[in-house]
Every structure is written in structure tokens, then in C-alpha cells.
């Protein structure tokens, strides 16, 4: 309880094998290929000039963020990955910087390490929400990687 999308419910330990049995068989029974397949909402496209903290400051004056007001999530397209490394206790982040001709942003990709196999990406399409990075006195306009794929363009 507490709120819209809490939801919960108690189960004797002896009774668990055969509610995960249940619930599986529902699963097959209701859910199809499609409703499987992962789905990312973009509110909109932005050039990587608009990336800035004059953005940043209209986008939080829609705040409070949370369950019924997400963080808007935007799209850019064809940023050239300047470096990759591993980041955070399990090496599980990715920290990235990335550019066009002009500007070189900051980006962190949490819990998706495991996505680099093989050759990184020279360029990417970015999806992301913005964020203000405060560390060590200093403060960054940062990407928050959601999802990336290698560009088309």
C-alpha cells in the first residue's frame, strides 16, 4: 500500500513453489510475444545544442518528478563516443563522454556494463533524461543513459 502503484500480498513459504507455477501458467496463457518486448517512451528529439543547463532549468520547473510526473526523456542522434569505461563498485555503470563537433557531454549508463561486447560504437543514438552531477565541488549537466543503440547516421 501507499500509493497507485504499490501492490502486494502475503504467501505461506510452503505454498510458493505452486504460486510461481500459477502465476507462469497465467503468464503463458495471457501474455503474448508482444507484450514482451520492451518499450521505451521519448517525449522528444533534441539537438545536442539544446543540451544545456537553460534546458535542464524549464525541465524542472515540471517537478515534482515521480510515478504519475516522469522526467521528461529525450532522443539525440548520431553523438560520437569520445571514451568508455567502467564505473562503480561491480564495474556495472558505464561513464561515457560523448560530442558532436562542438559540445562534449557527460553520460552515465547504470547497470548496463554488461552491453559492451566486441567493439564499442563510434557514434551513438542517445536516449536519456537530464540531470545536474554535483561531485567533488563541481557541477555538470549529465546524461542519464536509459537505452543507446549504434547510429545511423
Do not use: C
Not at 518499450?39 to 528529439?45: G, K, N, S
Amino acid at each position: 500500500g501507499g500509493h497507485a502503484m504499490a501492490a502486494g500480498f502475503e504467501v505461506d513459504n510452503s505454498n510458493l513453489a505452486a504460486l510461481t507455477a500459477r502465476l507462469r501458467d497465467i503468464a503463458r496463457e495471457e501474455l503474448t510475444p508482444e507484450d514482451l518486448i520492451p518499450t521505451l517512451r521519448i517525449d522528444t528529439e533534441l539537438s545536442s545544442k539544446e543540451i544545456t543547463f537553460d534546458t535542464l532549468d524549464l525541465i524542472s520547473q515540471l517537478a515534482p518528478f515521480g510515478t504519475d510526473n516522469e522526467r521528461p526523456v529525450f532522443i539525440t542522434r548520431g553523438l560520437i563516443v569520445r571514451q568508455h569505461r567502467l564505473v562503480g563498485n561491480n564495474s556495472n555503470h558505464m561513464k561515457l563522454l560523448l560530442s558532436n563537433s562542438v559540445v562534449v557531454l557527460d553520460a552515465i549508463a547504470f547497470h548496463q556494463a554488461e552491453r559492451i561486447t566486441g567493439e564499442f560504437p563510434k557514434a551513438v543514438d542517445v536516449v536519456y533524461t537530464l540531470n545536474r552531477h554535483e561531485w567533488n565541488g563541481r557541477t555538470d549537466l549529465q546524461l542519464v543513459v536509459k537505452d543507446f543503440r549504434p547510429s545511423e547516421a
